[in-house]
């Protein structure tokens, strides 16, 4: 689903409903190339003795906007053996660059579990422009977080730093559209592009469960490659 083609969010009903769609067994037989593909070579995992789930995406996508309730969903259900790490990416757009700073800002200021959900709002839904550091800054300050905690955040060497080795891993996992969900530094799941954005969503969430069942039933776990955090 290119970047290109995007358009409007699936309101949270919607999105929701489209979550009962996937109910294709974690045993399915998946298709190399049509349902997923390999990672070659592996890449590295930040969640040693879990098996980590890599969801690519960016708060200026529309289709990052109406896939987040189902992820959100789908990830409070995940058993103990499975983590999510989110990774915003940029593709060298300046305005992604300053979400992307954003998400990390927000992480270490202690407001990204408040303000997640809220930020995707404000800009899809709201149409606001926050795509500048005192826009965000502002915008913060306004939904009950800490402006300056998440300014000093923003300008922190650590974020700047986080987002350029985010957009480093979305190349070595060669991804060039999100939203896009990653297994265990080995496979990327796929779906099939032509569908309505539901079914399209649905099926990507089914072939990450089914990926990792596989996972579970291969050895040695790729989590034990060193782990490597944006």
């Not at 300053?98 to 579990?113: I, P, T």
């Not at 997640?116 to 306004?142: C, M, N, R, T, Y």
């Not at 569908?195 to 291969?218: C, G, M, N, S, W």
């Amino acid at each position: 689903m290119p970047i290109r083609n995007c358009t409007r969010a699936l309101t949270l009903g919607v999105a929701l409903a489209a979550a009962a769609l996937y109910a294709a067994p974690a045993s399915a037989q998946l298709v190399e190339n049509t349902d997923y593909r390999k990672v070659d070579p592996p890449a590295p995992t930040a969640s040693p003795g879990k098996i980590e789930v890599v969801e690519f995406f960016s708060y200026a996508c529309p289709h990052c906007n109406a896939f987040y309730p189902l992820i959100s969903a789908w990830a409070a259900k995940l058993p103990k053996d499975v983590v999510l790490r989110r990774v915003p990416v940029t593709f060298n757009r300046p305005a992604w660059i300053n979400v992307a700073r954003a998400f990390y800002a927000l992480q270490a200021s202690g407001d990204l579990e408040r303000l997640d959900g809220k930020l995707f709002h404000a800009i899809h839904d709201e149409h606001q422009q926050l795509f500048e550091e005192q826009s965000l800054a502002d915008w913060v300050g306004k939904n009950g977080g800490s402006a300056e905690k998440f300014a000093a955040a923003y300008a922190d060497f650590g974020v700047n730093n986080q987002t350029v080795q985010a957009d480093k891993l979305a190349q070595d996992y060669r991804i060039d559209s999100i939203p896009t969900l990653a297994v265990a530094g080995r496979y990327v799941a796929a779906g099939p592009g032509d569908q309505p954005q539901p079914k399209y969503f649905a099926e990507i969430l089914a072939h990450t469960d089914a990926l990792i069942a596989r996972v579970r039933a291969e050895s040695p776990p790729a989590t034990a490659l060193k782990p490597q955090r944006p």
